[in-house]
């Protein structure tokens, strides 16, 4: 049985946890905030006094955290406790530019480390179809990958030095992507209010047609019955976006529509919509 240190049991992590569990690994989870872990421990992880006391023994250790800063904190203080040789599953989205000090902080405490963010929101989570963009050693791959098979509907592989970050990169991607779309269903939507048209009715145009999906119809639905429960929050995805474009700039990309949603997101937060899922970024097209 594989033995897990899970660091991080926000909404993401949280249910990663629980796909964790439910496929019959040994989970001990640990977050800042004690009380989000406990309901994990009713549904049988160990739930830590600290993250050195979470990753001790572990095979696999899972970041899931904020940010790369808060990984970078928190590693740092678990790494020592962890035994020689253990893989670290960095799965937290940090951007390019932290992998390298992440990469080297493994090094100096004998840990594999493996960049393996992935790819979805809080239903893929729950449901276990996210999608793992996995960088890191063949030699790791045999120990981590029952823990992305737990969580992910599939593991795409797109490379060997995790140092590298091509699952970072590639996240960078895919996440531009998720946030671009939704930040355009927002913006047409307030914009058919604006005009004085029903929104409703920009759904009916577009449905069944070429631009129709079941993302947009998700979040169409969520804007028009007012329900913006957070499967990923307006402050995440301004941040990510800050990411993608220190990685684009940094490839000399120019991001211009990453740009402008991270100018919506985040006036959305200072509207006050900081914690709700990013199609509130709809709220940014009207004076606040």
């Known amino acids: 049985m594989v033995a897990v240190g899970f660091l991080g049991t926000g909404i993401m992590g949280a249910a990663m946890a629980r796909n964790l569990l439910g496929a019959g690994l040994e989970v001990a989870v640990w977050n800042r905030t004690r009380a989000r ?27 899931m955290l904020t940010d790369g800063g808060a990984v970078a904190e928190v590693m740092a203080e678990a790494a020592p406790a962890a035994r ?57 791959r045999g120990t981590v990958q029952p823990v992305f098979d737990a969580v992910g509907q599939r593991t795409l592989w797109v490379g060997e030095d995790g140092a590298e970050g091509g699952g970072t990169r590639l996240k960078m991607v895919t996440v531009g992507y998720a946030i671009t779309v939704t930040s355009l269903v927002a913006e047409s939507l307030a914009l058919a209010e604006g005009l004085g048209i029903d929104p ?5 145009v577009v449905t069944g047609g070429p631009l129709d999906s079941g993302y947009l119809q998700s979040k169409m639905k969520a804007v028009l019955e007012r329900d913006f429960s ?8 301004a941040k ?46 009207f004076a606040s």
Request: hydrophobic share 50%.
């Open 37 to 63: 872990a406990e309901p994990l421990g009713q549904a049988g992880a160990r739930v830590a006094d600290s993250a050195a006391d979470a990753v001790a023994g572990a095979d696999v250790i899972v970041t």
């Open 240 to 285: 990510d976006t800050g990411l993608i474009m220190e990685a684009a700039s940094s490839s000399g990309i120019r991001v211009d529509l990453t740009d402008a949603a991270r100018q919506r997101f985040i006036r959305a937060a200072e509207q006050g919509h900081g914690e709700e899922d990013m199609v509130a970024s709809y709220f940014a097209g």
């Open 200 to 204: 409703r009715m920009f759904a009916e």
């Open 84 to 140: 020689e040789g253990a893989v670290w599953a960095q799965m937290s989205t940090v951007g390019v530019a932290a992998l390298g000090p992440l990469a080297e902080l493994a090094a100096q405490n004998g840990l594999v480390f493996v960049d393996a963010p992935v790819q979805g929101s809080r239903q893929p989570a729950e449901e276990g179809k996210l999608i793992v963009l996995a960088a890191g050693p063949e030699s790791a």
């Open 230 to 237: 957070p499967t990923f929050t307006v402050v995440n995805a």
